[in-house]
């Protein structure tokens, strides 16, 4: 996948993500963002510093400071265009956040972090994409800390795959999603997207050096999966 391509899908659609409707655009919404937010610790009063890759306009990064009020987020996104969305959100919020433009691809992220989390982004990249950015993903944690993946995979079967995706087509059609925003999602499906099984996933997470790997909550095509750096290490 051509990075300019996805850049430029997201540079378009921008001014227009927030008001698409995500809720009606993402089955069990609430459980797929709030499988993030519980995961990343059971206390919610403590100091955190965390690393989110392609933070967009700041859907999840807005819950994950609300929910852990004394955290701090390095946010990282290909376009200004999306994060220039995130700031003007995330205004009250921007003590504890710093953003940066870049591609996580080929960004340093350094060593320091409670926690590596992204929600959609992923799956932008192919499976070499992926099984590299898995490893600098573990190196960047701290021993103890964890990676949360909240993405879209696909099933090992064709035939299941084919029927989640036209679920997930007439999920947004009973949703009265509309039609424009419904048409650009497909055509991202065909354009930027690249899916691969959570089976691979974890495999290549265990590869990369976590060795507590799970998918920690999944419906249809949408799965949030990850990994603990183990203490011990
Ligand atoms: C579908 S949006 C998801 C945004 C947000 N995480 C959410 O859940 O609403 C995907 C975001 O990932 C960013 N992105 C995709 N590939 C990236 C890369 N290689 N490096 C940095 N950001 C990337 C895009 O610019 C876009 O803002």
Known sequence: MKIEVVKKHFQKWAKKYDSSNRERMIPCFHDFYGTVVN?????????????????????????????????????????????????KKLKKLKN???????????????????????????????????????????????????????DLVKSESVYIQKLY????????????VDENNIKRRLQGVKKVDIYDTFEDQLDWLKGAGFEDVDVFWKYWNFAVFGGLKKITV
């Open 96 to 150: 504890r956040l710093t953003l940066k433009r870049g591609d996580f691809s080929s960004t340093s992220f350094g060593n320091n972090f409670d926690a590596v989390i992204s929600s959609l982004s992923i799956h932008h990249l192919t499976p070499d994409g992926k099984k590299k950015l898995y490893k600098k993903i573990y190196i960047s944690l701290k021993k103890g800390g964890i990676f949360i993946n909240a």
């Open 39 to 87: 995961m990343i610790s059971e206390k919610r009063n403590i100091a955190i510093n965390i690393l989110e890759l392609g933070t967009g306009t700041g859907m999840l990064t807005e819950l994950i400071l609300s929910s852990y009020p004394k955290a701090k987020i390095t946010g990282i996104d290909l376009t200004d265009e999306m994060l220039s969305q995130a700031e």
């Open 165 to 176: 995706m036209k679920k997930w087509e007439g999920f947004m059609r009973s949703g009265r």
